[in-house]
C-alpha cells in the first residue's frame, strides 16, 4: 500500500477530451515524471469522439520506459460528444482490461479500476469479481473502485480484496469523508480527485492569506492539507501546463507545520 499512498498522481484527464498539442502534453506529463511523479491516472472514458483510447494511449506513450505506476478504469466509454456509457458486467470488464494490456504493451496493468459504480446497472459484486479473476489470473495487479459509496465497499469487499479507491474529494468540501474513513479503518489507499473543486471556489481567507506569506499558490496549499488529512490519502492533480504540474508536485514537499495546520482547520469552521 505505502507505493499508493501520500502521492500527488497526475491525471490526464484535461489531456484527454478536446484537441490539443500532443507534444505539448507528453512534454507536460514527462516533466512532471522527471520531477518525481510516481503514479499517472488515466481511463478508458478520458477520449475523444475520434480517438476512443486517446487518454490510455497518452499515458502509455509518456509512461513508457519509466517505473511510473498507471492506473487506469474500464466499464465506462465515451460514446458520442457528450454521451458516456456505463457497464460493469464481467464481459465488459474483462474486454476492457484485454484493451487496455494492448494499449499498455504490458502483460499486466499496474492499478485497475471499475470506473462509474454509481451509474452502472449491474451490481459491483459482478464487476469486482471479474476483476479479481484477473488478478488471479496475472493481468490485473490492484484491483480498484472508483465513485462508491460506503454500501458499495461493503458488498465488494465481501467479494474480493480492493486495493484501492477513487472518489471525489476535496480540501473544503470533503465530499466522501465517510468512504475515506471506510478506507481507513481497512487500510485502502483512497485517491482524491478533482482535489480543487470546489475548493478553489470556496471563501479560504486563512489558507490564502498563509499562501500569499509564503510565496505559494493557494491550490498548493489546499493539496498539502488533503495529503494532511489521512494516514491512507493520495491526491490526483489535474494539472495541465508545466508549471501547474510542477506546482501540484512540491505540495508533497511544503512543510505541514502548526500555521498551515491552523489556518485550514479554521477554514473549515
Not at 464481459?91 to 502483460?107: A, H, K, M, N, Q
Not at 473502485?145 to 460506503?150: P, T
Not at 465530499?175 to 470556496?202: I, K, M, Q, T
Request: charged share 25%; aromatic share 6%.
Amino acid at each position: 500500500m505505502k507505493e499508493l499512498v501520500g502521492r500527488v498522481a497526475l491525471g490526464v484527464a484535461g489531456f484527454s477530451f478536446a484537441p490539443r498539442d500532443r507534444s505539448a502534453d507528453l512534454a507536460t506529463i514527462r516533466a512532471g515524471i522527471a520531477a518525481g511523479t510516481a503514479i499517472l491516472d488515466t481511463a478508458r472514458a478520458y477520449a475523444r469522439v475520434d480517438a476512443p483510447l486517446y487518454g490510455e494511449e497518452l499515458a502509455a506513450e509518456a509512461a513508457r520506459g519509466t517505473g511510473v505506476i498507471v492506473g487506469t478504469k474500464g466499464g465506462h466509454s465515451r460514446t458520442g460528444e457528450s454521451t458516456w456509457d456505463a457497464d460493469i458486467s464481467a464481459r465488459r470488464i474483462r474486454s476492457d482490461v484485454e484493451t487496455s494490456l494492448r494499449v499498455f504493451g504490458r502483460e499486466r496493468l499496474d492499478l485497475y479500476y471499475l470506473h462509474r459504480v454509481d451509474l452502472a446497472e449491474q451490481p459491483v459484486e459482478e464487476g469486482v469479481s471479474a476483476l479479481a479473476e484477473l488478478r488471479d489470473e496475472g493481468k490485473v495487479a490492484r484491483v480498484g473502485l472508483s465513485n462508491v459509496s460506503v454500501a458499495d465497499l461493503e458488498r465488494a469487499a465481501a467479494v474480493a480484496r480492493v486495493d484501492a479507491v477513487q472518489n471525489h474529494h476535496s480540501a473544503i468540501g470533503r465530499e466522501s469523508l465517510d468512504v475515506l474513513a471506510w478506507c481507513e479503518a481497512n487500510e485502502v489507499p483512497f485517491f482524491a480527485y478533482s482535489p480543487l473543486r470546489p475548493a478553489s471556489a470556496a471563501p479560504s481567507p486563512h489558507l490564502a492569506a498563509l499562501a500569499d506569506e509564503r510565496g505559494v499558490s493557494l491550490q498548493r496549499l489546499y493539496l498539502r492539507a488533503l495529503l494532511a488529512s489521512s494516514p491512507v490519502l493520495s491526491v490526483v492533480s489535474g494539472a495541465t501546463r508545466p508549471e501547474t504540474v510542477l506546482d501540484s508536485l512540491a505540495a508533497e514537499s511544503e512543510p505541514w507545520d502548526e500555521p498551515l495546520a491552523t489556518a485550514y482547520a479554521d477554514d473549515l469552521t
